[in-house]
């Protein structure tokens, strides 16, 4: 038994001494290596971390795009947020003139590299080069969702997203179109049932979980790790936009059937809707100088989501505006705009609202919403009375959207809101409509003090 259980501990001896020893030897490679050798390796004018997979799949992509005149630029979030620490460095720095890697060698298993399609002429062949240079890629199209609903072009397909990968490093090409408005749109990732699950580590991608929408970036060249690459020329505005860069689509499908059978094409509506979008443009121009942030609400908002259009017979323009965002210069800002005040109701603290007078008598109505704790609320006053309303909303975050040519905000849990607003019966045109009755989420909210009558309820 004595003779069994020396056995057994000799033979633990060694196992915790070889275990001893491989620790050493991985801490000297992985640390002491990396901090005391860095002199020694640039003495020898050798180049440290250009060995790493990370870098060589980075070059071997840059190479391609560049020989084949793809125009891409960098979007990687991590990469760009290390550039914006060092940006006056990267900025100056030259081509071949790094001796250390410290930008695309950092461990990750993805670079996000965009796609500007509008500008590539030449998409036959290159998959074929990528091969050849020792990618495996993976092209995944969609429908262009705002064909959906034209019979003869719902089923053309466009490329949203490519993810070409070297070893165990991946390059995610992200496909931006070229959109009305002047802004950059990209598709939601969708995982076809042909493809491979396991290709890639999907789960971690920055970008496709959901379509995307992004300002048109102006472009630098700078040299990253001794690589010639395009970024945004602000990259802390990109790296912003990204957590917020959510688009959502109107229903066009359904808002071509619906132009079937209840289009307005009378020289009536089709004028107001030249004004209305014009107003809408020049309030959008107006809030983005002050950096307030606004969404299409009440019939716009419905207009949008029913009929991919403005309701020519609703006579003005709604929009929301959360109350933190107020800005004590948004008066004067839309009257030097050429806006003057039709009314004011309501107070910062309680139930603002603010109307603005528009060419060919469409207003502009501005709602500002207060947030509770479980529902979000605007309010609304009657003039003659005083007496105040109540409209609750189910608590909403903001999309992005396009609407008249326009990139702007609604609100991501759209049939949510809209049926707050309107009902489920919101798919009927209704064009009698009492704003103290109508709204299913309206409720009374008490009377304004007369004592308060001259600052709550200002017509101009």
Same mark, same amino acid.
């Given at each position: 038994?004595?003779?069994?259980?020396?056995?057994?501990?000799?033979?633990?001896?060694?196992?915790?001494?070889?275990?001893?020893?491989?620790?050493?030897?991985?801490?000297?490679?992985?640390?002491?290596?990396?901090?005391?050798?860095?002199?020694?390796?640039?003495?020898?004018?050798?180049?440290?971390?250009?060995?790493?997979?990370?870098?060589?799949?980075?070059?071997?992509?840059?190479?391609?795009?560049?020989?084949?005149?793809?125009?891409?630029?960098?979007?990687?979030?991590?990469?760009?947020?290390?550039?914006?620490?060092?940006?006056?460095?990267?900025?100056?720095?030259?081509?071949?003139?790094?001796?250390?890697?410290?930008? #695309?060698?950092?461990? @990750?298993?993805?670079? !996000?590299? +965009?796609?500007?399609?509008? %500008?590539?002429? =030449?998409?036959?062949?290159?998959?074929?080069?990528?091969?050849?240079?020792?990618?495996?890629?993976?092209?995944?199209?969609?429908?262009?969702?705002?064909?959906?609903?034209?019979?003869?072009?719902?089923?053309?397909?466009?490329?949203?997203?490519?993810?070409?990968?070297?070893?165990?490093?991946?390059?995610?090409?992200?496909?931006?179109?070229?959109?009305?408005?002047?802004?950059?749109?990209?598709?939601?990732?969708?995982?076809?049932?042909?493809?491979?699950?396991?290709?890639?580590?999907?789960?971690?991608?920055?970008?496709?979980?959901?379509?995307?929408?992004?300002?048109?970036?102006?472009?630098?060249?700078?040299?990253?790790?001794?690589?010639?690459?395009?970024?945004?020329?602000?990259?802390?505005?990109?790296?912003?936009?990204?957590?917020?860069?959510? #688009?959502?689509?109107? @229903?066009?499908?359904? !808002?071509? +059937?619906?132009?079937?059978? %209840?289009?307005? =094409?009378?020289?009536?509506?089709?004028?107001?809707?030249?004004?209305?979008?014009?107003?809408?443009?020049?309030?959008?121009?107006?809030?983005?100088?002050?950096?307030?942030?606004?969404?299409?609400?009440?019939?716009?908002?419905?207009?949008?989501?029913?009929?991919?259009?403005?309701?020519?017979?609703?006579?003005?323009?709604?929009?929301?505006?959360?109350?933190?965002?107020?800005?004590?210069?948004?008066?004067?800002?839309?009257?030097?705009?050429?806006?003057?005040?039709?009314?004011?109701?309501?107070?910062?603290?309680?139930?603002?609202?603010?109307?603005?007078?528009?060419?060919?008598?469409?207003?502009?109505?501005?709602?500002?919403?207060?947030?509770?704790?479980?529902?979000?609320?605007?309010?609304?006053?009657?003039?003659?009375?005083?007496?105040?309303?109540?409209?609750?909303?189910?608590?909403?975050?903001?999309?992005?959207?396009?609407?008249?040519?326009?990139?702007?905000?609604?609100?991501?849990?759209?049939?949510?809101?809209?049926?707050?607003?309107?009902?489920?019966?919101?798919?009927?045109?209704?064009?009698?409509?009492?704003?103290?009755?109508?709204?299913?989420?309206?409720?009374?909210?008490?009377?304004?003090?007369?004592?308060?009558?001259?600052?709550?309820?200002?017509?101009?």
């Amino acid at each position: 038994m004595c003779r069994i259980n020396k056995n057994v501990i000799l033979a633990l001896l060694t196992l915790t001494s070889s275990a001893f020893l491989l620790f050493q030897l991985y801490y000297y490679k992985h640390y002491l290596s990396a901090k005391n050798g860095a002199g020694l390796s640039k003495s020898k004018g050798s180049r440290i971390g250009f060995d790493g997979t990370q870098w060589r799949a980075v070059k071997k992509f840059v190479m391609l795009t560049s020989s084949q005149n793809i125009p891409v630029f960098l979007i990687d979030p991590l990469i760009l947020e290390l550039i914006n620490k060092n940006l006056e460095q990267v900025k100056n720095a030259s081509h071949g003139s790094t001796s250390e890697c410290r930008f #695309f060698c950092v461990p @990750r298993d993805f670079t !996000a590299f +965009a796609l500007q399609y509008h %500008l590539w002429k =030449n998409e036959e062949g290159w998959f074929r080069i990528a091969e050849n240079m020792g990618f495996q890629c993976l092209k995944i199209e969609s429908k262009d969702p705002r064909l959906d609903g034209i019979d003869s072009l719902s089923g053309t397909e466009i490329p949203l997203h490519y993810i070409c990968r070297l070893a165990s490093h991946a390059i995610h090409l992200v496909v931006f179109h070229e959109r009305s408005g002047n802004y950059l749109w990209h598709g939601h990732l969708r995982l076809k049932g042909h493809i491979d699950r396991k290709f890639v580590p999907f789960r971690k991608l920055s970008f496709g979980r959901y379509a995307g929408a992004f300002d048109r970036p102006e472009l630098q060249q700078v040299t990253i790790d001794g690589l010639e690459v395009l970024i945004p020329k602000e990259p802390v505005h990109f790296l912003e936009e990204i957590p917020h860069s959510r #688009f959502i689509e109107c @229903r066009y499908k359904e !808002a071509r +059937a619906f132009f079937q059978y %209840l289009d307005d =094409n009378t020289v009536e509506a089709m004028t107001f809707r030249k004004s209305a979008k014009e107003l809408l443009q020049l309030a959008a121009k107006t809030l983005k100088k002050l950096g307030v942030r606004f969404w299409l609400s009440s019939g716009t908002c419905l207009g949008w989501y029913r009929q991919c259009n403005i309701i020519p017979y609703s006579k003005d323009v709604d929009l929301g505006i959360f109350i933190q965002d107020y800005k004590s210069d948004i008066i004067s800002a839309f009257q030097d705009a050429g806006l003057p005040l039709k009314h004011k109701f309501g107070k910062v603290e309680d139930s603002l609202e603010l109307s603005f007078q528009g060419k060919d008598d469409v207003k502009l109505d501005i709602f500002f919403f207060y947030e509770e704790t479980d529902y979000m609320w605007n309010g609304g006053t009657q003039a003659k009375t005083g007496k105040k309303f109540k409209y609750l909303f189910p608590k909403f975050t903001l999309c992005w959207t396009e609407f008249v040519d326009m990139k702007v905000h609604v609100p991501c849990e759209t049939i949510e809101y809209i049926e707050a607003n309107y009902g489920k019966t919101w798919k009927i045109p209704v064009k009698t409509w009492d704003w103290k009755r109508s709204p299913p989420n309206v409720q009374p909210n008490g009377i304004w003090p007369i004592s308060e009558w001259d600052e709550v309820i200002q017509l101009y």
